[in-house]
């Protein structure tokens, strides 16, 4: 059984910045991806950022709304992601959640909400 636990998220005004963290633990084998994916009231899920494993060099894909502000990064030794998010626009609002992507199943974080708002 695998379980993601995240934190951060919040309130913050417009070009302000935020972190999210979310850390796998359980049975956590061959891990293709790790990332963010997000959903704005009324949107389908996105995809935000993800990184893959470390076998293919740690490659990571961004949405092109987010390029150049956000930041993922992972820790493999605390099976551990992150997204840095700096220049926050309000249309960045929306419930974030942790994905991770083994070869054999797929998890989703709880959600944390971001609001961007002045």
């Known amino acids: 059984q695998v379980q993601l636990v995240q934190s951060g998220g919040g309130l913050v005004q417009p070009g302000g910045s935020l972190r999210l963290s979310c850390t796998a633990s359980?049975?956590?084998?061959?891990?293709?991806?790790m990332g963010w994916y997000r959903q704005a009231p009324g949107m389908e899920r996105e995809l935000v950022a993800i990184?893959?494993?470390?076998?293919?060099?740690?490659?990571?894909t961004y949405a092109e709304s987010v390029k150049g502000r956000f930041t993922i990064s992972r820790d493999n030794a605390k099976n551990t992601v992150n997204l840095q998010m700096d220049s926050l626009k309000p249309e960045d609002t929306a419930v974030y959640y942790c994905?991770?992507?083994?070869?054999?199943?797929?998890?989703w974080g709880e959600g944390t909400l971001v609001t961007v708002s002045s």
């Open positions: 994905s991770l992507q083994l070869l054999t199943a797929h998890y």
């Open positions: 359980g049975n956590v084998f061959n891990i293709h991806t």
């Open positions: 990184i893959r494993s470390v076998g293919s060099n740690g490659l990571t």
